[in-house]
């Protein structure tokens, strides 16, 4: 992105007046969320260009569900969900981020243009990740996740979540610069809802200066997760929930986070248009 006079992207440290908005396209038949609705390449195509449109500066695409309990994907069938549409996105100019725990995917859509691997592992899933992140040079985004792979069971243990998550963040980070990862290409999330209860989200999301405090841009996904349904009719579609989520996206604006994972791009765009109108 920075260092990269064709990328359409800033760099993840340059000072922003808002966060980057990364819009969200699963190409999975059973997200939570939008589960099915872009099975096809060309509907997913045109969702990530719709959502570029409507103010998004990365188009997240993922072919494999990470919700807990999820059955893992062959990496064949993800990599023929994800890489047409990450091709057609690419094609079109848009800055894609690949949402894969698998090296081999991330190394497909690297080749197939996408400019960032967004890992909800951090790396862990795929003792290859690190190595791919390295090679193709792309930015790489770190989540905090604790499910060591087997998706058996949801380890929400923790001393302290948020002294926690930072040291764990920070063990993802050593290990990628030991791989050869470029400090200026590593993005952290604490990865709102993975291996989390609602009040952990709370603990960390009311935190986030001590997010940032780590040295490296913070990206938050906290968009329609199941902690935001007690703010609204539980029995309600999740898109019931972009009010509580374009709160949380301002108030992390203000917090100065890099970067906001979200499905509804049109909302959080004119969300952070108030919060900038609003500043002093
Ligand atoms: N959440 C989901 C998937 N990918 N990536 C990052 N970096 N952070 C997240 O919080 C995150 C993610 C799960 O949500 P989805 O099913 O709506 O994609």
Do not use: C
């Amino acid at each position: 992105m920075s260092d990269d006079p064709e990328s359409p992207l800033p760099a993840p440290h340059a000072r922003l007046s808002r966060p980057q908005i990364m819009g969200i396209v699963n190409v999975t038949p059973d997200s939570f969320s939008d589960g099915g609705r872009y099975l096809h390449a060309d509907a997913a195509i045109a969702h990530g260009a719709e959502l570029s449109a409507a103010g998004a500066q990365i188009i997240d695409v993922g072919g494999e569900s990470t919700r807990p309990g999820a059955v893992r994907v062959p990496a064949a069938e993800e990599q023929r969900r994800v890489l047409p549409v990450v091709a057609g996105l690419a094609e079109r100019g848009i800055a894609v981020s690949i949402d894969t725990m698998n090296a081999s995917t991330a190394l497909a859509a690297a080749e197939a243009g996408a400019a960032i691997i967004n890992d909800v592992s951090g790396g862990l899933a795929d003792g290859g990740m690190a190595r791919v992140a390295a090679e193709t040079g792309l930015h790489f985004v770190a989540n905090h996740w604790r499910d060591g792979g087997a998706n058996s069971g949801v380890d929400a243990h923790y001393a302290n979540v948020l002294a926690d998550v930072r040291r764990e963040l920070e063990e993802r980070v050593a290990d990628l610069l030991d791989a050869g990862v470029s400090a200026e290409r590593i993005i952290l999330d604490p990865g709102i809802g993975f291996a989390k209860t609602a009040d952990q989200n709370w603990e960390l999301l009311s935190h986030l200066p001590s997010l940032n405090a780590i040295g490296y841009p913070v990206l938050i996904g906290a968009s329609r997760k199941r902690f935001l349904g007690t703010f609204v009719d539980p029995l309600a579609p999740t898109a019931d929930r972009d009010a509580p989520t374009a709160t949380i996206s301002v108030l992390a604006a203000q917090s100065g986070v890099w970067g906001l994972r979200v499905h509804n791009v049109a909302v959080t765009s004119s969300a952070l248009d108030v919060w900038e109108a609003m500043q002093p």
